[in-house]
């Protein structure tokens, strides 16, 4: 008898719906996954809210996974059932320039499992043997599920090079902030200054280690920065990517200085000056995902202590309300709300 299978369709941020579809067979070189946790991303609320430039609604989500596996196809073999593992969900073509040259986190093709493509927000999904890592033993799937979210942070700060005696400002302290904090930091980071519209976010920006944490709507933002840094900074993630925070990036930022862009822009054109990036010789950078690289970083960061898993999932709910998981996720008290499935109470 075939398997029940849950998947979550999200058509807008209140039209969230657990749909029940034939659990999938794994085909050659897949594997079946029975889903443990999913985290839901800045990515999915944003999509949800109908301001993902790359996501189209309705669309089924879940790329932030970890689960069991359940089955293997043919040429799948390598992973047996019961092994613990975590989704990396860029799907890529293998023969483009970029893939070629091991950048498959720009392929001209690219799709990303559970944004372009039905994903993990199901008690059972297929997914290809080459796409997932193994859990190392004793890391809970509370830590597992934070190794795709530190992957992005951790390929961002390797963008920026090496970053020892060197000080960084981060804008935004959501949960990709607040990695790219932890990350920046372990790769040497000198002084770190964060910035946020919200308080308790600024609060728990400094409790998991900046220098300082200061009103993104201060109008002195660019001179408190600076002193709280001893001067403009080496480095400016950009974890907000709007015309604000932008312009303020621009102003924190050294001359020579280099500016990543880490969080995803609204559709359309944004204004920058551009002559202050010419006349002081600034470099902008976007940023991409990550490769298994990255993937690899993070899981040796996460086994190591580097990240407090407790500080950054303030939130758990069951697959069936999933729309509350949305919901808890746009509130500023939490940082990383996670989704559990098929009846599973997540290792800890």
């Given at each position: ?9 999200v058509?807008?941020?209140?039209d ?49 996974v ?23 969900p860029?799907?890529?073509c ?34 290809p ?32 090079g ?51 944490a ?36 621009v ?34 950078e ?41 919901a808890a ?7 990383k709300?996670l ?10």
């Open positions: 008898m075939p398997q029940p299978n849950r998947r979550v369709l058509r807008s941020i209140d969230i719906s657990v749909e029940e579809v034939p659990a999938p067979e794994p085909g050659p070189d897949e594997l079946l996954v029975r889903s443990t946790v999913i985290g839901v991303c800045g990515s999915d609320t944003h999509a949800a809210l109908g301001r993902h430039p790359f996501i189209s609604l309705p669309y089924r989500p879940g790329h932030e970890v689960g069991v596996v359940a089955a293997v196809g043919e040429g799948a073999e390598a992973f047996a059932p019961g092994t613990r593992v975590i989704i990396e860029n799907l890529y293998g023969t483009c320039a970029q893939c070629r040259s091991g950048r498959y986190n720009i392929c001209r093709r690219l799709e990303v499992f559970g944004c372009q493509t039905p994903g993990g927000m199901a008690d059972f999904f297929t997914i043997a080459g796409r997932v890592h193994r859990v190392p033993e004793g890391m809970s799937d509370l830590q597992a599920a934070l190794v795709e979210p530190l992957a992005t942070p951790v390929h961002a700060v390797a963008k920026a090496d970053l020892t005696g060197r000080t960084v400002a981060v804008l935004g302290a959501g949960p990709i902030g607040l990695l790219v904090l932890a990350a920046a930091r372990h790769a040497g980071a000198a002084r770190i200054v964060v910035t946020d519209l919200l308080d308790n976010k600024r609060r728990r920006a400094v409790r998991l280690g900046a220098d300082d200061l009103p993104a709507d201060a109008s002195d933002l660019a001179a408190q920065a600076h002193a709280v840094l001893g001067g403009p900074a080496d480095v400016v993630f950009d974890c907000v990517a709007r015309e604000q925070s932008m312009a303020q990036a102003d924190v930022v050294a001359k020579g200085g280099q500016i990543v862009v880490v969080g995803v822009g609204a559709p359309g054109p944004t204004p920058i000056r551009l002559d202050l990036v010419q006349d002081r010789e600034i470099r902008i976007g940023t991409l995902m990550y490769t298994a690289d990255d993937y690899r970083t993070a899981l040796g960061l996460i086994t190591a202590g580097v990240i407090d898993a407790d500080a950054i999932v303030t939130g758990t709910y069951p697959l069936e309300d999933a729309g509350k998981a949305f996720s746009l509130q500023p008290e939490h940082v709300v989704i559990t499935a098929a009846g599973q109470e997540p290792l800890k």
